[in-house]
């Protein structure tokens, strides 16, 4: 649970590595699977919600997220080359959502519409 939307980058060469390790990794061998744990995430911001975030779906390089405040919100995350000093996100449309302030209540979305 958190009210922070945080980005991991997972194109740097470590995580692709042990990405593609986790494929051939034999399933119920005796050696271990290396772990990698990463503490910091390149982005991460709670100027979004006020609420526990409890569901996130991108759509392109846009994100959808929720929270326990009635509202799914379409958001921009900031581009790769932001600068400090710029606004790091744009809300681009707040969706009122009644009833929606129970916990852990998942949205899903359809590109076929189906």
Known sequence: ?????????????EYTDIIRQSYEHVKGSKESF????????????????????????WFGRLAFSKSCENSLILWRPPRPDNKPQQKSFQV????????????YIRFAMDRKMK
Not at 34 to 57: A, G, M
Not at 92 to 103: D, T
């Open 1 to 13: 649970m958190d009210h922070a939307l945080k980005m991991w980058d997972l194109q740097t060469d």
């Open 34 to 57: 290396p772990i990698l744990e990463v503490h910091f995430p390149k982005y991460s911001t709670r100027e979004i919600h006020r609420n526990y975030i409890d569901c996130v779906r």
């Open 92 to 103: 681009l449309q707040k969706f009122e959502v009644p009833n929606c302030e129970i916990w």
